[in-house]
């Protein structure tokens, strides 16, 4: 078994973490019909978030949120992992089982079946806030006055 590169398995993680449960609810069946084992049951838990002033300014805490991780093993010893914003314990391990069904020798049926779909409608979930933001933007300009 070869590991999955570094950039993809970091992308279908984020796509997991991002996902809502119900869209990971259809796979469920699919994502639990195998022998697996908690190695961390899904846990919840807090973490401090930081931000930026301008993207680029001073760090600075946020404030805290509440997380939940989850890190299953395969019959085979694939291993999953999942950090999940806020406190929903299931979709914590479906997500750790879908990481850990991605690394095996089926990755394209698990991308093309879960992760493809799920990015898909974040990137349309994304656009869509996007234009009602864009809605909202105010252009301000400066008129001169002339002399007379």
């Not at 973490?17 to 190695?39: F, N, S, T």
């Not at 234009?131 to 006055?145: G, S």
């Amino acid at each position: 078994m070869n590991p999955a590169p570094y950039s993809a398995r970091q992308h279908w993680i984020g796509v997991l973490a991002r996902a809502r449960r119900d869209e990971l609810q259809p796979h469920e069946a699919a994502l639990r019909d195998i022998e697996y084992q908690l190695i961390r049951g899904p846990e919840i838990g807090m973490t401090l978030v930081r931000g930026r002033m301008g993207g680029n300014g001073a760090p600075f805490n946020v404030g805290e949120m509440s997380v939940t991780r989850c890190v299953v093993r395969l019959a085979d010893g694939r291993t999953g992992y999942s950090y999940v914003a806020g406190r929903d314990k299931a979709h914590a391990e479906l997500a750790a089982l879908a990481d850990a069904h991605l690394q095996g020798t089926q990755q394209r049926h698990w991308l093309d079946e879960v992760i493809t779909p799920l990015a898909n409608a974040q990137a349309e979930r994304r656009a869509q806030k996007e234009a009602e933001t864009a809605a909202t933007k105010v252009e301000f300009f400066t008129l001169v006055r002339g002399e007379n």
